[in-house]
């Protein structure tokens, strides 16, 4: 997809905005005008406070984030290449992967109390489970011939998890990277929403209570540009480390 | 992680059965359950309830009518909400993986605003069509079309061009092409992310419902967290995973059945 094309569509979105805030049918509450959420958001972009909220949401979504990451890719290449492992692993994962984690949020607070620590906890336990499932069928779609030379050429088993089925994994696991990480920013904010006094999470839903929808707006902008950011950086750390293979999804494209 | 004495081979094949697998999996499940009720037997603060305790007061609450209208309330704007998103998504995603004027005008837009997580519209929803059920249902359909859509177009655009070649000089139309050839080959990308979608829904319902509602199992939850009703807490947190296991099961059964010509694959 070409940036002319994207471009064009976020004049045209905003423009369409402009047009309908302008229109007075609606109340400037409901539907401010671009001139005073712009100012809201360069106050979001550029003051230390509201800086800081950003940096909080940051801070729980990319730990959480990281911490799955490194658990996940660990479960995963464990259990697509150790049957006993995965006979452990996998009816647990495939057992309570589909349900919703955010029920636990309660009894985490009690547990981790209402700070950053239970939302971490929170992102970490909704990131995991993408990353271990595309992870474990990554390294179970090994090429046997690659595992087979290796240890022919008398590589140690450690040494084939390096160097042979973590990189050959590695177009799935940057897929489960992908699918986690919007997963993780999802988490962040809600827990935000629903128990927090930082983040752009809790930004969004004071602004909102104190009908500041100007600032509300301009905290959602934030937050999607956020999402939209971690996505790319992903993609570009993908596209370094991966060059050679794309796999047959949107995730990998 | 792995010792070297424990270094067979064999361990490099996919070996083990999956009857075995399963019987070790509930044994592990079944044991994670009896060390919490050992450890909810012993000394522990106020909001630990052991797994006996808690199905106690399942049955309790079931009996006693706390559970099932906040259960009906959650169905009654998760249900709509992913069945509208997901056939949107799904219609949309198909018709756009092959037709490509549709595709270069949904396409971008779709996939530009993918990673934006939709919970943040839910103020904006709500300022818009009130605090009610309507924006709850909005915002998970807007979530659940996502993953429907982007599976579907994937689903459609990966079907072999071969067998569309193949039907076309056959003498198949357009729409015999479309309802024979690519909506069967996108069938299993599709419920993959119906799957997701769904697991969405639910994540969406909860914390709409935690954020804003006055009845549903999110709600409840709430509610008996700050009224220090564990037991009720418990109970819905229960409710909550079963409802979301549940109609996982249902789908893949779904699928099992659609997709009964198709090779398995785990």
């Known amino acids: 997809m070409s940036v002319f094309r994207r471009l064009a569509l976020v004049v045209a979105g905003l423009t369409l905005w402009e047009l309908a805030a302008r229109s007075g049918m609606w109340s400037p509450i409901i539907l401010p005008s671009l001139a005073r959420i712009g100012p809201e958001f360069w106050f979001l972009a550029t003051s230390t406070a509201s800086l800081l909220e950003v940096w909080h949401s940051l801070f729980r979504g990319l730990s959480g984030f990281a911490l799955a990451a490194v658990v996940g890719v660990a479960l995963g290449v464990l259990m697509g290449r150790s049957a006993v492992a995965a006979a452990f692993l996998s009816p647990i994962f495939s057992g309570t992967y589909p349900i919703p984690k955010i029920a636990l949020f309660p009894i985490f607070i009690y547990l981790f109390g209402i700070g950053s620590l239970a939302k971490v906890v929170l992102v970490f336990l909704e990131c995991l489970y993408p990353i271990v499932v595309t992870t474990h069928a990554g390294s179970r779609a090994v090429n046997r011939v690659l595992l087979w030379s290796a240890a022919n050429m008398g590589a140690s088993r450690g040494r084939i998890l390096a160097r042979v089925v973590v990189p050959a994994a590695a177009p799935f696991i940057f897929a489960g990277f992908r699918m986690a990480l919007p997963i993780a920013m999802i988490v962040v904010i809600i827990t935000e929403m629903i128990s927090s006094a930082d983040g752009l999470g809790y930004l969004v839903m004071y602004s909102l209570a104190s009908f500041r929808t100007d600032r509300m707006l301009a905290a959602v902008v934030a937050i999607s540009l956020l999402g939209l950011m971690l996505d790319r950086l992903v993609v570009i750390l993908r596209d370094r480390l991966v060059f050679w293979e794309r796999l047959e999804s949107y995730y990998a494209e | ?266």
């Not at chain 2, 519209?121 to 993953?147: E, H, N, Q, R």
């Open chain 2, 1 to 266: 992680m792995y010792s070297s004495q424990a270094a067979n081979w064999r361990a490099f094949d996919f070996s083990v059965s999956c009857m075995n697998a399963r019987v070790i999996g509930w044994g592990l499940i079944v044991l994670t359950l009896g060390i919490w009720q050992l450890v909810a037997l012993g000394e522990h603060p106020e909001f630990v309830l052991g797994p006996a305790e808690i199905a106690g007061d399942f049955a309790a609450a079931l009996r006693s009518g706390e559970l099932l209208p906040h259960v009906g309330a959650s169905l009654l704007r998760s249900l709509p909400g992913f069945a509208l998103g997901s056939a949107i998504g799904v219609i949309l995603g198909l018709l756009a993986g092959v037709a490509r004027s549709l595709d270069q005008m949904l396409s971008p837009l779709v996939f530009l605003t993918y990673p934006v997580p939709k919970i943040v519209f839910l103020p904006i929803v709500m300022l818009w069509i009130g605090i009610g059920d309507a924006s709850k249902i909005v915002i998970i359909a807007l979530a659940c079309f996502y993953p429907c859509f982007i599976n579907a177009y994937y689903g459609a655009r990966s079907t072999p061009t071969i067998m569309v070649w193949a039907s076309l000089n056959m003498g198949a139309r357009r729409s015999q092409v479309f309802r024979k050839i690519v909506v069967p080959s996108a069938l299993p990308l599709v419920f993959a992310g119906l799957r997701v979608s769904l697991a969405l829904s639910f994540i969406l319902l909860f914390s709409a419902e935690m954020i804003n509602a006055r009845s549903g199992l999110g709600f409840l939850i709430r509610q008996s967290e700050s009224s220090l009703r564990f037991d009720l807490m418990y109970v819905s947190i229960v409710a909550v995973a079963a409802l979301g296991y549940a109609s996982d099961q249902l789908l893949l059964l779904a699928r099992r059945r659609v997709l009964a010509w198709q090779e398995v694959r785990s």
